[in-house]
């Protein structure tokens, strides 16, 4: 099956660092990559949806300037959180669908901490 | 609003148990609807999916059901084991530009010996 990897799988920062979090498809080509975020004892929330070669579409409440997201490569997705706080931490999850079917293939996540 | 809502929020069982896992749902138009396992710090995995013709799907000791009708869908455990604990996240799929996803909120399941 299709696989999604994250790196890295945990990471602990200083406030008002930026961090980059990397989300690969291994195996097939991802036309589209979706980026998530889980608080604790929550479901998955969208923040954002990527397509190869074009900006970013976030959702309502999340800032674009802050959640910087690359899709550069049909394999490669970045997301990084610029200027982190404490209020950030979270776990993000990305998904990656390829260019047929709906199926959305998860990554096993990022835990982030910010100090 | 597209919403998917789950019952019970929390379920201790005991090891060997079954138990049954509610979802309800009114995403429009409706594409298909999936169940994911999530373990504690991983991300979701796949256990079943089903479109609007599919009334039963099974994989191993999971059994997911769907009701089209009344926009319910239920995922039955046998014989549970400890390696059950996890959270069972309902998700379904709008047949529209994008094929956005609905998540339910979850179901955290506790398996105990």
């Known amino acids: 099956g299709a696989v999604v990897s994250q790196h890295p799988s945990w990471v602990i920062c200083k406030s008002g660092t930026s961090v980059k979090i990397e989300c690969r498809s291994l195996?097939?080509?991802?036309?589209?990559m979706f980026w998530y975020r889980q608080f604790p004892k929550q479901s998955l929330m969208l923040m954002a949806t990527?397509?190869?070669?074009?900006?970013?579409?976030?959702e309502q409440g999340v800032e674009k300037d802050k959640f910087l997201i690359n899709h550069a490569s049909l394999t490669l997705s970045t997301l990084t959180v610029t200027s982190a706080h404490p209020e950030d931490s979270s776990f993000y999850i990305c998904s990656a669908r390829g260019p047929f079917g709906d199926t959305q293939y998860f990554g096993p996540g990022t835990r982030l901490t910010v100090l | 609003k597209n919403q998917v809502e789950q019952s019970p929020q929390s379920l201790i069982i005991l090891e060997g148990k079954n138990c049954t896992l509610q979802?309800?749902?009114?995403?429009?138009?409706?594409?298909?609807l999936r169940w994911y396992k999530q373990d504690t710090g991983r991300g979701p995995v796949s256990l079943t999916i089903m479109t609007f013709s599919e009334n039963t799907k099974s994989n191993g000791r999971y059994t997911a059901t769907l009701d089209a009708d009344t926009k319910q869908s239920s995922l039955h455990i046998t014989a549970s084991q400890l390696s059950d604990s996890a959270s069972y996240i309902c998700v379904v799929s709008a047949n529209n530009a994008g094929n956005m996803l609905t998540f339910g909120g979850g179901t955290r399941l506790m398996v105990k010996p």
């Open positions: 979802c309800n749902y009114t995403v429009s138009p409706f594409s298909n």
């Open positions: 195996d097939f080509q991802a036309t589209t």
């Open positions: 990527s397509n190869e070669g074009s900006k970013a579409t976030y």
